[in-house]
Every structure is written in structure tokens, then in C-alpha cells.
């Protein structure tokens, strides 16, 4: 569960991350993404690589919601995972929920 985000970074419970992330229920990496228009479809690759566990990918896009490529979508569509994009804080959000109800959810967040 995310506790906080913000000035750069993440936090679950004791553990900080800093910058951009792919979070998992069971794990969190670094994610090499600074603003939407860093995100290409071989951004999403652990995503797809762990897709049997994904039905629903949040986009916390940092501080504004953009338009998401229909790029993106078609490389996530034949692995079942539709992308939700919106602001960080509502995908930090919505991430929580989404876990505490054990879907099957994963979150690519950019750092606000």
C-alpha cells in the first residue's frame, strides 16, 4: 500500500522510493520515467512480463492527466491488462483500494 507520495517520491510504511515507479502487490521498481512523453510501449515490458497477474494497469501520469497513445493500449491489450491513466495521487488511491479488495491490479506512477 502506498502511505504517501510526493517531493519526488513514494513510501510504504517504512520503505522510500524515489523517482518513478512499477508497483505490484508484492513488489516495487524503479521506473526510468520522468514525464508522459518518456513513456514508450517497451516501458510497459515487466509489466507484460507479469501479465497472469494484471487485469488493470493505473497510470498516475504525475500532476495532470494527458491523453494515453492508443499505442500503449494496443501493446498491453493481448497480454488482458487495460490501462487507467490519471493523476498520481488518484492512481496512489485507487491502487490502495484496488488492493485491499485483492483485484488483480498493478500501477506505473511518474514522481510528482
Given at each position: 500500500?502506498?502511505?504517501?507520495?510526493?517531493?519526488?517520491?513514494?513510501?510504504?510504511?517504512?520503505?522510500?522510493?524515489?523517482g518513478s515507479i512499477l508497483l505490484f502487490p508484492e513488489s516495487v521498481y524503479s521506473w526510468n520515467v520522468t514525464k508522459a512523453e518518456d513513456i514508450t510501449?517497451?516501458?510497459?515490458s515487466?509489466?507484460?512480463?507479469?501479465?497472469?497477474?494484471?487485469?488493470?494497469?493505473?497510470?498516475?501520469m504525475g500532476s495532470r492527466l494527458t491523453q494515453v497513445p492508443m499505442a500503449w493500449r494496443q501493446v498491453l491489450k493481448p497480454h488482458g491488462i487495460v490501462i487507467e491513466p490519471m493523476d498520481t495521487g488518484a492512481a496512489c488511491r485507487t491502487y490502495n483500494v484496488l488492493v485491499s479488495e485483492a483485484r488483480?491490479?498493478?500501477?506505473a506512477m511518474i514522481a510528482v
Open positions: 500500500m502506498v502511505t504517501s507520495y510526493g517531493d519526488g517520491l513514494f513510501r510504504f510504511g517504512e520503505e522510500t522510493v524515489t510501449p517497451e516501458s510497459f515487466r509489466v507484460i512480463d507479469k501479465a497472469d497477474d494484471i487485469e488493470i494497469l493505473l497510470l498516475g488483480r491490479v498493478a500501477a
